[in-house]
């Protein structure tokens, strides 16, 4: 059974300071990483993806990947109480291009 | 560009009943997904279509649900008949294409309550 581990949370961060979110994945063979942002009550939407070892930016967003130890982050600069939400990590399966997915860690940005 | 359109937004149905969602996705996008969502959990995939073909459909409860696309744009997905266990946001979401990248984007779900 492939499975995407997230710590549920919540995690919560002073406004200003880095917000740091962990995802873990149990298929060794994947290539691309995803992670989503859902505030309450919407959509996922996707905020960027990685594939490749090592880091990605984008803005005040940067995600890291190790596929060594399975491990994908996404890293939040200078936090927003408008990043407040819940962030999905999703995994591609190379096997039929479909996304697993975890079940989200609980972000609260404290002013 | 317009994004994947979705109704009705709520539905308050009572058990047994059946229901019906709509979904028409991103111009151009050839992948299809419906996806169950229930509180705290993360995506579920009901059923996953390539143009008007089904690609997956393992995880969809045959007995109460169903669901098409025609001409391989529009798409419906009916549940019918419908049990307390089945209140949760379904998701509709497009790809570009079933492979690469695969970036998925969703429309705004559909809330269902069953009673």
């Known amino acids: 059974q492939k499975e995407v581990e997230q710590n549920s949370g919540p995690l919560s961060v002073p406004e200003g300071a880095i917000a740091s979110l962990n995802c873990t994945y149990s298929?060794?063979?994947?290539?691309?990483f995803f992670w989503y942002r859902q505030y309450s009550g919407k959509s996922p939407e996707l905020i960027m993806f990685?594939?490749s070892n090592g880091d990605k930016e984008d803005g005040r967003f940067t995600a890291q990947l190790n596929k060594a130890s399975q491990y994908v982050s996404l890293l939040i600069r200078d936090s927003q109480p408008s990043d407040s939400a819940t962030y999905l990590c999703?995994?591609?399966?190379?096997?039929?291009?479909?996304?697993?997915w975890g079940a989200g860690t609980k972000l609260i940005i404290k002013p | 560009e317009a994004g994947v359109a979705q109704s009705p937004r709520y539905k308050i149905i009572e058990k047994r009943q059946s229901v019906a969602f709509w979904c028409n996705p991103i111009?151009?996008?050839?992948?299809l997904y419906w996806y169950q969502q229930i509180l705290g959990q993360g995506p579920k995939l009901l059923i996953q279509?390539?143009?008007?073909?089904?690609?997956?459909d393992s995880q969809l409860p045959k007995d109460r649900f169903s669901a098409e696309r025609l001409k391989g744009v529009d798409s419906t997905l009916k549940i019918q008949p419908a049990k307390l266990e089945d209140s949760a946001v379904y998701l509709c979401?497009?790809?570009?294409?079933?492979?690469?990248?695969?970036?998925?984007?969703f429309g705004p779900g559909t809330r269902l309550t069953v009673t």
């Open positions: 279509f390539q143009n008007n073909g089904v690609v997956d």
């Open positions: 999703a995994v591609k399966q190379d096997s039929n291009y479909q996304l697993i």
């Open positions: 979401a497009s790809s570009l294409v079933d492979r690469g990248i695969n970036e998925q984007y």
């Open positions: 990685i594939y």
């Open positions: 111009s151009g996008h050839a992948t």
């Open positions: 298929d060794r063979g994947s290539q691309s």
